[in-house]
């Protein structure tokens, strides 16, 4: 045994489609910058729980496997890295028995209470009880890898704000783990959060989504992304370029904010907005180049991704997160009793 401290980071995306801006500055950026670092990296690939919405959708699940592995390798996630490991959920048999022990532990009440839940609820009137628990199925994910809760050790989760309510009751539940079965298997994770919590789509409605039609994809064209910033919502109560306009709130900023490196740029285009002296088309042509420079990059690294052997990049990540887990899980098991006794 070697007392070298065991440092891992994991995190994970639902497959249900293709990816677009908000998972790229929500969660992507913190996931490029993770693999830089000298820990073991295991980016999830959540068909399991992309089934907790759309089950009757098989081939949706199975079709953006592919599409989400391309869309995080376009975006910079290198899994030729020594240290990155590209997971399939389903894949690792040990989780989702390690999901079902946690379920025992679990309160009713706790996963009732859990505000993204009840947040994603809202428009879910007909959730499937795997919908309800997924927090605690995602525990799973997560304490599958752990290294054990001694100093030095670390788990570190980087995800978009959103996921945040879910990683605290991750870290109850180790915590309640350790102390019920008087053991040290779980290290409650370290979540890290984006700065940019929720990209809003270009609806300026809601949170960037593929299922309200108001996302820019990552695999977007340059005319396609130019197409959709022009009729992009700004100021509604801006009728011609000399009124003057709103800042906050305004799409059309928050936009320039995520994705312009110039901030000095961004802060003269407020300016002069606000006091009705530059009009509306001007800006959106400006964002969009500003957005297609973010993506050319990405549309380069696409094609060469799209000659990469995926699956056995895929089979090769989650043999070892399974080869961990199976250990991590033998012990829990043991610990709660659970098989013949020896
Ligand atoms: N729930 C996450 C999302 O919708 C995806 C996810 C699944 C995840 N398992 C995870 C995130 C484990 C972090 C850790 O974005």
């Not at 199975?62 to 989400?68: A, F, I, K, L, Y």
């Not at 009713?108 to 947040?119: I, S």
């Not at 605690?136 to 959103?162: F, T």
């Not at 197409?227 to 109560?237: A, E, F, H, L, Q």
Request: charged content about 25%.
């Amino acid at each position: 045994m070697n007392n070298q401290p065991v440092r891992r980071v994991l995190t994970g995306m639902r497959t249900t489609g293709s990816l677009h801006l908000g998972h790229y500055v929500g969660a992507l950026k913190l996931w490029i910058d993770a693999q830089k670092t000298d820990s073991e990296c295991f980016f999830l690939l959540a068909d399991v729980q992309a089934l907790t919405t759309h089950a009757e959708n098989s081939a949706l699940i199975r079709n953006s496997v592919t599409e989400v592995v391309l869309d995080w390798i376009a975006a910079g996630i290198d899994p030729t890295r020594k240290n990155v490991n590209f997971v399939l959920q389903s894949d690792v048999k040990a989780r989702a028995d390690l999901s079902l022990y946690f379920m025992m532990i679990a309160k009713f009440g706790e996963v009732e209470r859990n505000p993204t839940v009840k947040d994603e609820m809202r428009g879910n009137r007909n959730p499937s009880m795997g919908f309800l628990t997924y927090p605690v199925d995602q525990a799973a994910d997560i304490y599958m890898i752990s290294p054990v809760n001694s100093v030095g050790n670390r788990l570190l989760i980087p995800v978009g704000a959103d996921q945040a309510p879910h990683l605290e009751y991750s870290r109850e539940l180790a915590r309640r783990f350790n102390s019920m079965y008087n053991t040290d298997i779980f290290l409650p994770c370290t979540a890290e959060i984006g700065e940019i919590g929720r990209l809003v789509g270009i609806d300026g409605q809601e949170k960037m989504s593929k299922s309200k039609g108001n996302a820019i994809d990552l695999s977007d064209s340059s005319e396609e992304v130019t197409r959709k910033i022009m009729k992009m919502y700004t100021d509604p109560n801006r009728k011609r370029a000399t009124d003057p306009g709103k800042v906050e709130g305004n799409p059309m900023f928050m936009y320039f904010d995520a994705f312009a490196d110039d901030k000095e740029e961004v802060a003269e285009y407020k300016k002069l907005y606000q006091k009705g002296k530059v009009g509306d088309v001007p800006l959106k042509q400006r964002l969009a180049k500003i957005i297609n420079n973010v993506l050319e990059p990405m549309r380069e690294r696409r094609l060469e991704a799209e000659k990469l052997p995926l699956g056995d990049i895929v089979r090769v990540g989650t043999a070892r997160a399974s080869e961990i887990s199976e250990e991590v899980v033998e012990k829990a098991r043991v610990s709660m009793g659970l098989g013949y006794p020896r």
